[in-house]
């Protein structure tokens, strides 16, 4: 009998426990959903004195319009673009400079290792006036050169491969060098192919990170309309009298939806990648 | 899942026939490699963040304006930012964000991670659920924001229709800029350490915790005694990583409100993006971002230090 009202008791708790759960989903979710629902309303429908989900029609057109009242295109052009090098500098430098670290021996590799983790302490906002200036200098204030390529050397990458690398077993590797693989052979033929989870989580957050980035391209892009990324392109309705709320909620899922794709395409990578490579703090 | 660099790496492939005197030349020509291996990023790194910081600190002994002509200032730039009240204002500004900020993630992050324990189904949708707002760029979580904390917007009509009570001008009032930006950061970034914890506590090993439970230890004491200790290396990472990122908020009072009313919401970031490309004073700008780096530091050394005494790493 005491067992009887213990399962009942259990079942109970349970059953709030989830109700809780998905309350808490729903409130966490709200934000998104009210942006959804936002960029299928008509413009006067988007302030109401009610709260409503849904205006008085699904207004699918706002997402073409978007790209009319502002160059969408372009900016989401100019963000592929921009991400897509960018990422593809940071996996093939990183995975180049992991490697050495941990497969090469050569003197004084611990001692710049640390260096190389010591750049990570730097924060962006410290790097932005000299960057600022070294652009000046360069001539790519205002270029693709400048969005892509000062943050695409980051000791993070070299990081996170160099520990999955050294997971890899060495002897893999050396039964290839036997055979009369070169280091160069061994890489690209062995190690690159085995790290292939690895270099997904990289890519994923580097090409994440590419596609959200801002304070940089606020500073550096002068030209918004010919070179601006998205997020640019939506912090320019900011300040505008009268703002087209629905539009802006449109080109915002647009902004999101890439990445909500990414993470939910590769959710189990991630999770995954993160506790591989050391991440989750243990 | 610490690494130790010293013992994992790989025994070298000896020549062939040539054993004693093998080590040398393999060790040499391995150097070689190495050197086209590391020369991507070693050149990167030195051109775009090694230079950088020091020319920064360079840059903040000048009076330096975009364009035109370059002074040396010393240390007056520094001297400068002390008595400038609007830099004394955006550091409280700042400080404040981070004191009532990362506790809430934490807290909020950790318990949704212990509550959604092992035994509930359907965690790893909520894990992915809480990491989306993480992974969506910065500017468009807080578009959304805006538009929920607008007058008339979903917060304000939501008030009035169910409570009859006009909701406060969020993003216009002194008293409520800096919560709202509080609420809408939370809500965006716990779920990076919302995945860290559930990671960790997927390690403490459900053995133990129903021992304890059979020798009568109720659900705060299995979290103190059993969960806590083995949990705390992450919680000292999430900690640190949530507070070095927090000092560097930005996009989110950038966008909210602009650093107001007045400069009640400033940061230390917006200040520099203010003094560098709005007034165009490259040296104090320079100075400031030295200043958020030196507290930076300081905070992340302390965390260090302080670790010893509460983070259990053998357990």
């Not at chain 1, 998104?32 to 029609?57: I, M, N, R």
């Not at chain 1, 070179?227 to 300040?239: D, M, N, W, Y």
């Not at chain 2, 909520?126 to 979903?154: E, H, K, S, Y």
């Amino acid at each position: 009998m005491t067992s009887d009202t213990g399962t009942v008791a259990r079942k109970v708790r349970s059953g709030v426990s989830h109700t809780l759960l998905i309350i808490v989903a729903i409130v966490f979710l709200g934000p998104l959903l009210y942006a959804v629902a936002t960029s299928l309303k008509p413009a006067d429908e988007v302030f109401t004195p009610t709260p409503h989900l849904f205006g008085s029609e699904l207004r699918w057109q706002n997402y073409a319009d978007a790209f009319t009242f502002a160059p969408f295109g372009r900016y989401f052009l100019n963000s592929l673009f921009v991400a897509i090098a960018g990422t593809a500098v940071v996996v093939a430098a990183s995975s180049l400079s992991a490697y050495a670290f941990a497969r090469l021996r050569f003197r004084g590799r611990e001692q710049l290792f640390v260096l190389f983790l010591g750049t990570l302490m730097v924060p962006q906002e410290v790097l932005i006036v000299p960057m600022y200036w070294l652009m000046q200098s360069l001539g790519w204030v205002d270029s693709y050169w400048a969005l892509i390529l000062p943050w695409a050397f980051t000791a993070f990458g070299t990081f996170l491969l160099r520990q999955f690398f050294l997971t890899i077993p060495a002897e893999l590797e050396e039964a290839a060098r036997v055979d009369g693989c070169g280091p160069f052979g061994t890489f690209f033929r062995i190690m690159l192919p085995l790290a292939r989870p690895a270099l997904a989580v990289l890519t994923v957050f580097t090409f994440i990170s590419f596609w959200g980035s801002f304070l940089w391209p606020l500073i550096i892009i002068n030209s918004v309309e010919d070179k601006g990324t998205v997020p640019l392109g939506l912090a320019q309705f900011i300040g505008q009298q009268g703002t087209q709320w629905n539009l802006m909620m449109a080109a915002s899922v647009l902004a999101m939806l890439p990445t909500v794709l990414l993470v939910i395409l590769l959710q189990k990578h991630l999770v995954r990648g993160l506790l591989v490579t050391g991440l989750g703090g243990r | 899942m610490a690494t130790d660099t010293t013992t994992v790496a790989s025994p070298r492939d000896v020549p062939p026939g040539g054993a004693p005197a093998g080590r040398r030349p393999a060790l040499r020509r391995d150097g070689r490699f190495a050197g086209i291996f590391l020369a991507p990023s070693l050149v990167g790194l030195a051109l775009f963040t090694m230079f950088p910081t020091a020319m920064a600190l360079g840059i903040s002994l000048f009076d330096w304006p975009v364009f035109g002509e370059r002074k040396f200032l010393g240390w007056d730039n520094y001297s400068h930012l002390l008595n400038d009240p609007v830099f004394r204002r955006v550091v409280l500004n700042t400080a404040l964000f981070v004191v009532l900020y990362v506790p809430l993630n934490v807290v909020v992050s950790l318990g949704l991670a212990v509550w959604l324990g092992p035994a509930i189904k359907g965690r790893q949708a909520f894990r992915v659920l809480f990491f989306i707002p993480v992974m969506t760029p910065m500017v468009a979580n807080v578009m959304v924001w805006r538009l929920l904390f607008q007058p008339d917007g979903l917060l304000d009509s939501g008030m009035q229709s169910w409570f009859g009570i006009d909701a406060p001008n969020f993003l216009g009032s002194s008293n409520w800029a800096m919560p709202a930006i509080v609420a809408m950061s939370v809500w965006q970034g716990f779920g990076y350490n919302f995945l860290v914890f559930s990671a960790a506590l997927d390690q403490v090993p459900q053995s133990q915790l129903d021992s304890a439970s059979i020798d009568g230890a109720g659900p705060l004491q299995r979290f103190r005694y059993i969960t806590w200790p083995m949990i705390t290396p992450s919680i000292f990472f999430a900690t640190t990583m949530t507070l070095i990122t927090s000092f560097q908020v930005f996009a989110q009072p950038f966008i909210l409100t602009q650093g107001g009313p007045g400069v009640s919401t400033q940061t230390i970031v917006m200040y520099v993006y203010n003094q560098g490309w709005q007034f165009l004073t490259m040296g104090l700008a320079s100075a400031a971002g030295w200043v958020l780096f030196v507290i930076i530091m300081g905070i992340t050394a302390i965390q260090f230090i302080g670790q010893k005494r509460w983070v259990h790493y053998d357990v």
